[in-house]
């Protein structure tokens, strides 16, 4: 099994920072790949941005690229999400994710990110 926790979040004003934190622990995988997404109120979940643990590839939602960063410490088996230049359409719940081989299998039970305008 695998469990993703996750911490950070919180409530900022926009143009502001945040930085989220998501450990994973149980099995591991070679194919492995990271991921955080985000759901608003109202809306459905999107894709905010992943790695490949591996080799450290990253992909971004364009709507977020320039601002967000995705990394991983490999010692502490934990991805991060740094978010700069946050804006209120960024608010929303964020989840971390994990997959074992193509599709996103594992879930964390997600944190909430406030951006006030």
């Known amino acids: 099994q695998v469990q993703l926790v996750e911490s950070g979040g919180g409530l900022v004003q926009a143009g502001g920072s945040l930085s989220l934190a998501c450990a994973y622990s149980?099995?591991?995988?070679?194919?492995?790949?990271m991921g955080w997404f985000r759901q608003a109120p109202g809306k459905e979940r999107e894709f905010v941005a992943a790695?490949?643990?591996?080799?450290?590839?990253?992909r971004y939602a364009d709507s977020v690229k320039g601002r967000f960063t995705i990394s991983r410490d490999n010692a502490k088996n934990t991805v991060y999400l740094q978010m700069n230049s946050l804006k209120p359409e960024d608010t929303a719940v964020y989840y971390c994710?994990?997959?074992?081989?193509?599709?996103?299998?594992?879930w964390g039970q997600g944190t909430q990110v406030t951006v006030s305008s």
């Open positions: 994710a994990a997959a074992s081989v193509v599709q996103f299998d594992y």
């Open positions: 790695l490949t643990w591996s080799g450290g590839t990253t």
């Open positions: 149980g099995r591991t995988f070679s194919s492995l790949r």
